[in-house]
Protein backbone atom coordinates (compact mmCIF):
# COMPACT_ATOMS: atom_id res chain seq x y z
CA UNK A 1 0.00 0.00 0.00
CA UNK A 2 1.31 3.19 -0.68
CA UNK A 3 1.60 6.49 1.23
CA UNK A 4 -1.16 8.07 -0.62
CA UNK A 5 -2.96 5.04 -0.31
CA UNK A 6 -3.27 4.94 3.47
CA UNK A 7 -3.48 8.89 3.54
CA UNK A 8 -6.79 8.51 1.80
CA UNK A 9 -7.79 5.40 3.73
CA UNK A 10 -7.17 7.49 7.03
CA UNK A 11 -9.37 10.57 5.27
CA UNK A 12 -12.12 8.09 4.25
CA UNK A 13 -12.32 6.66 7.98
CA UNK A 14 -12.19 9.93 9.34
CA UNK A 15 -14.55 11.26 7.12
CA UNK A 16 -17.40 8.27 7.46
CA UNK A 17 -16.59 8.66 11.85
CA UNK A 18 -17.60 12.22 11.11
CA UNK A 19 -20.87 11.43 9.16
CA UNK A 20 -21.88 8.79 11.65
CA UNK A 21 -21.25 11.64 14.86
CA UNK A 22 -23.40 13.97 12.60
CA UNK A 23 -26.60 11.18 12.34
CA UNK A 24 -26.00 9.75 15.58
CA UNK A 25 -29.04 11.76 17.12
CA UNK A 26 -30.78 10.06 13.92
CA UNK A 27 -30.98 6.48 15.59
CA UNK A 28 -31.90 7.39 18.93
CA UNK A 29 -35.29 6.38 20.20
CA UNK A 30 -38.06 9.93 21.34
CA UNK A 31 -37.58 8.64 24.51
CA UNK A 32 -33.84 9.39 24.07
CA UNK A 33 -34.38 12.25 23.01
CA UNK A 34 -36.89 13.67 25.21
CA UNK A 35 -34.64 12.89 28.00
CA UNK A 36 -31.32 14.44 26.18
CA UNK A 37 -33.23 17.60 24.85
CA UNK A 38 -36.44 18.43 26.54
CA UNK A 39 -36.02 17.25 30.09
CA UNK A 40 -34.05 19.73 31.63
CA UNK A 41 -37.31 21.93 31.17
CA UNK A 42 -39.82 19.84 30.93
CA UNK A 43 -38.44 17.30 33.76
CA UNK A 44 -38.15 13.74 33.46
CA UNK A 45 -41.83 13.30 33.89
CA UNK A 46 -43.44 16.07 32.03
CA UNK A 47 -44.50 18.05 34.73
CA UNK A 48 -42.06 21.07 34.35
CA UNK A 49 -40.92 20.65 37.93
CA UNK A 50 -36.97 21.28 36.94
CA UNK A 51 -34.86 24.60 38.13
CA UNK A 52 -34.60 25.79 34.25
CA UNK A 53 -38.45 24.49 33.85
CA UNK A 54 -39.84 26.75 37.09
CA UNK A 55 -37.69 29.81 35.81
CA UNK A 56 -39.03 29.63 32.76
CA UNK A 57 -42.92 28.82 33.69
CA UNK A 58 -43.05 25.41 31.87
CA UNK A 59 -46.70 23.81 32.01
CA UNK A 60 -47.44 20.77 33.13
CA UNK A 61 -48.21 17.88 30.41
CA UNK A 62 -51.71 17.23 31.71
CA UNK A 63 -52.15 20.99 30.64
CA UNK A 64 -50.45 21.02 27.78
CA UNK A 65 -52.12 17.97 25.95
CA UNK A 66 -55.34 19.27 26.79
CA UNK A 67 -54.68 22.84 25.07
CA UNK A 68 -52.57 21.89 22.32
CA UNK A 69 -53.54 19.07 19.18
CA UNK A 70 -50.63 17.02 18.45
CA UNK A 71 -49.68 18.89 15.13
CA UNK A 72 -49.37 22.20 16.86
CA UNK A 73 -47.14 20.95 19.27
CA UNK A 74 -45.39 19.34 15.93
CA UNK A 75 -45.22 22.77 15.01
CA UNK A 76 -43.73 24.03 18.05
CA UNK A 77 -40.82 21.87 18.54
CA UNK A 78 -40.00 21.99 14.52
CA UNK A 79 -39.57 25.82 15.02
CA UNK A 80 -39.29 26.17 18.63
CA UNK A 81 -40.96 28.72 20.47
CA UNK A 82 -39.43 32.49 21.47
CA UNK A 83 -37.28 33.47 23.48
CA UNK A 84 -36.84 30.36 25.30
CA UNK A 85 -37.07 26.95 23.48
CA UNK A 86 -34.96 25.89 20.40
CA UNK A 87 -36.01 24.53 17.53
CA UNK A 88 -35.30 21.05 16.35
CA UNK A 89 -36.67 21.01 12.79
CA UNK A 90 -32.93 21.06 11.49
CA UNK A 91 -31.85 18.21 14.13
CA UNK A 92 -34.56 15.62 13.92
CA UNK A 93 -36.75 14.33 11.17
CA UNK A 94 -40.44 14.96 11.14
CA UNK A 95 -40.81 11.37 12.16
CA UNK A 96 -38.69 11.05 15.23
CA UNK A 97 -40.76 15.29 16.02
CA UNK A 98 -43.72 13.59 15.87
CA UNK A 99 -42.27 10.80 18.12
CA UNK A 100 -41.13 13.23 20.66
CA UNK A 101 -44.36 14.50 20.59
CA UNK A 102 -46.17 11.34 21.32
CA UNK A 103 -43.44 10.47 23.94
CA UNK A 104 -44.45 13.80 25.78
CA UNK A 105 -48.15 13.26 25.62
CA UNK A 106 -47.76 9.63 26.78
CA UNK A 107 -46.54 11.23 29.93
CA UNK A 108 -49.79 12.94 30.72
CA UNK A 109 -51.34 9.32 30.39
CA UNK A 110 -48.54 8.05 33.40
CA UNK A 111 -49.84 11.04 36.13
Known amino acids: M ?3 MKLELIAGTAFAMA ?3 LLTGQGKSASDI ?3 KCAVCHGEDGAGKTAKGKKLKVK ?4 QVTKMTVEQMVEEVTK ?3 PDMDAFGKDYTPEQIRQMVAY ?3 L ?3 K
Open 2 to 4: TSR
Open 19 to 21: LSS
Open 34 to 36: YLD
Open 60 to 63: DVRE
Open 80 to 82: GKE
Open 104 to 106: YRD
Open 108 to 110: AKK
